[in-house]
């Protein structure tokens, strides 16, 4: 590397600092710190004195409030094992239900004519130029008791059923924000595999589902590994659709951290412990589906 | 020279348009065993949709294609005894240089053990040994073209079709390829079709050339027929050089062209028939000006290593002469032809046939498509 091409590189570091780095390092503080009362001796005051003091009308003299170290964050991210359990199960279901829509409808648009392809792709993204809160109320009144579903049921006599509250309307919203972020990665890759390629696996005995499992299915990997990243890692983390579509019975991690911040829970320290926790949680399910592609790969590079 | 050999392939009168356009008319064409047979002809003339029909990727509108005496038409590729060496040879990229050579035989659930003995052999043939582990999106050209060439040959095709594959190779390594597959044919005794644009390619390799145009096959016949004797102006026109004028037939064995009647071998004629005259342009000798019936200004001379192409004004005629002694540019001088030489045609049925023009000159050398 240059002298002049790392001074071209600067803004990006700067960029990377302020809102990368930055905001890491202070989850991660976040996370092993806790912010306590202590009266001028330095000595911890607890709830319970603090509330026993006041009751008695005592005075502790002057408190002062003091962030220190501790690991209780982290331990007590264990008692919310069961939402990062939902949370893992949901999206994992989601994920793998947008590559089942995903894969085959990106196939068949690769494999379209050049003007069709764009066609279909833009129905594709058409739902994305709208507004994400939007798009999942509209599924709330869809899903509703006396929503739209529930009263074109009721028309052929069936129904009503219980659609919204439930983890069924949770995945349903996450396949349906997520599917497009599924179909394009896939989608580029398979524009890449020539028709002449499928042609010679026929041509030297494949029939099409030979043709699929040796040379189609192979060649798509690197596409099927960054279409799950890319729907798995928002789905884990959603707490929108969990919370609308979800009715707060469903709580997902992102719900849990939400909470934290911004909810009645306000606890800065345990939300961080909560998102490193997650962090880890992501990167060792990248790590598993990154084993598995490259795996695969073995025995040839790809493009 | 083929007719007392077994008919390996037999396609009947086949038709093919795509969104409304013909591409091949009424096709019928017989490929025997063993040879080596080249689809000749410009491109669009339908000679890579004849392949594919063949190798089943393509079915044809009307039409049969039989092999060994048996409808294969609605066969789908997988099903077919040929292989296929595609133009620009569709390698696996995910696959090393033996696991593509091996594909077919794994596919058809051969042992490994045999596998490894089939594919070893055959990367000798290709001259690719120690080439197994290496990646085929690191190799030249003409190895993935060798590859590629294993990769079909492996499975024992009957029939090996080949589209274009020399057409993405420099011209030394081309020429060093043609020999290569004629060896290979011979040696494997498989039945070749190989298609190509490439006038010198055919006449190099095959046994019997097909002369495409339009969709139509215009002329079959060994290379030395098709040379020799082309049954058309385009045919003439597209294997080597030639002139081609207008002439009118004005009884057998008299043609009268370029302004003057002239003695011809050909008959059969209707009286006062219009035709095509073909002259080739080494066919012609130069002579002092007057002796002849025929003068004309030299325009241009260009050395061609083993002989001059002359392009010379007779009338508002445009003549090409290749001669072994040059002339000057701007001297008169007179053309000399023999009655054999004289190739009177049909009136070619093609609205427009390329003239030599002084224009075209440039085209023409840049072209390099000379025979000699």
């Known amino acids: ?303 | 020279m083929n007719k007392s050999r077994n008919k390996i392939i037999e396609l009947k009168s086949i038709s093919k348009s795509f969104d409304g356009e013909t591409v091949l008319n009424n096709v019928s064409l017989d490929i025997h065993d063993n040879e080596f047979m080249t689809l000749l002809g410009p491109s669009g003339c339908g000679k890579t949709t004849t392949l594919r029909c063949i190798g089943g990727f393509v079915i044809p509108d009307s039409g049969d294609v039989l092999f060994n005496g048996k409808s294969i038409k609605a066969l789908p590729p997988y099903k077919r005894p040929v292989n296929t060496v595609f133009q620009r040879y569709a390698l696996f990229p995910h696959l090393n240089v033996y696991e593509n050579v091996a594909f077919g035989l794994r596919v058809s659930g051969t042992p490994d053990k045999e596998i490894a003995s089939r594919v070893g052999k055959m990367l000798d043939i290709v001259e690719l040994e120690g080439f197994e582990k290496r990646d085929v999106n690191s190799l030249s050209g003409g190895q993935q073209q060798r590859v590629a060439i294993a990769r079909a040959l492996v499975n024992n095709p009957h029939v090996l079709l080949l589209d274009e594959p020399l057409g993405a190779l420099d011209l030394k390594l081309r020429k060093e390829m043609q020999i290569e597959l004629k060896k290979i044919q011979r040696r494997m005794s498989i039945t070749f079709v190989y298609v190509t644009h490439d006038q010198e390619e055919a006449l190099t390799m095959s046994d019997t050339v097909v002369v495409m145009n339009r969709g139509e096959i215009q002329q079959i016949g060994t290379p030395q027929d098709i040379y020799n004797e082309p049954k058309n102006a385009f045919v003439a026109n597209f294997i080597g050089e030639s002139n081609i004028l207008p002439g009118i037939m004005h009884e057998d064995h008299l043609v009268e062209f370029a302004g003057n009647n002239f003695e011809c071998l050909e008959g059969g004629f209707a009286p006062l028939e219009p035709v095509d005259i073909v002259i080739r342009p080494e066919d012609i000798k130069l002579t002092p000006p007057g002796i002849e019936v025929l003068n004309g200004e030299v325009q241009t001379v260009t050395f061609k290593g083993v002989h001059y192409e002359m392009i010379i004004k007779v009338y508002s005629d445009i003549w090409l002469v290749h001669s072994t002694k040059a002339a000057t540019p701007g001297e008169i001088i007179g053309l000399s032809i023999t009655p054999e030489d004289i190739h009177v045609m049909k009136k070619s049925e093609m609205p427009k046939i390329t003239r030599y023009t002084v224009d075209s000159e440039a085209a023409l050398t840049k072209g390099g498509n000379s025979v000699d």
Do not use: H
Not at chain 1, 278 to 296: F, G, H, K
């Open chain 1, 1 to 303: 590397m240059t002298r002049k091409s790392r001074f071209l590189a600067a803004p990006y570091l700067v960029w990377l600092a302020i809102f990368t780095i930055i905001p890491l390092a202070l989850i991660v503080v976040f996370a092993f710190t806790t912010t306590v009362t202590v009266d001028e001796t330095g000595r911890i005051i607890t709830a319970e004195e603090l509330l026993s003091a006041e009751a008695d009308g005592v005075v502790l003299g002057e408190l002062t409030e003091k962030t220190v170290f501790t690991l209780d964050n982290i331990t007590a991210t264990s008692a919310y094992m069961p939402v990062m359990v939902r949370s893992i199960w949901l999206a994992l279901i989601a994920t793998v239900l947008c590559l089942v829509i995903g894969y085959p409808t990106a196939y068949l648009i690769s494999r379209l004519t050049f003007s069709r392809q764009k066609m279909m792709l833009m129905l594709v993204m058409l739902p994305m130029w709208m507004n994400f809160l939007l798009r999942t109320y509209a599924w709330m009144t869809l899903l509703e008791r006396n929503g739209w579903i529930n009263k074109l049921l009721g028309l052929i006599g069936l129904g009503p059923f219980e659609m919204i509250n439930t983890q069924g309307a949770v995945v349903l919203g996450m396949v349906y924000n997520y599917l497009p972020f599924m179909i394009l990665p896939l989608y580029s890759i398979m524009t890449k595999i020539d028709n002449s390629v499928l042609e010679a696996a026929g041509d030297l005995g494949c029939n099409p589902i030979k043709t699929f499992s040796r040379v189609v299915w192979p060649l798509s990997l690197p596409g099927v590994a960054t279409g799950i990243t890319m729907v798995f890692v928002p789905a884990i983390s959603t707490f929108i659709i969990s919370r609308m579509l979800g009715g707060g019975t469903n709580m997902l991690i992102g719900d849990l951290i939400d909470l934290q911040f911004l909810g009645n829970a306000y606890n800065p320290n345990l939300g961080a412990a909560i998102s490193l926790v997650l962090m880890a949680v992501i990167l060792l399910c990248m790590s598993i589906t990154n084993a598995l592609d490259n795996e695969d790969m073995e025995g040839g590079a790809l493009l």
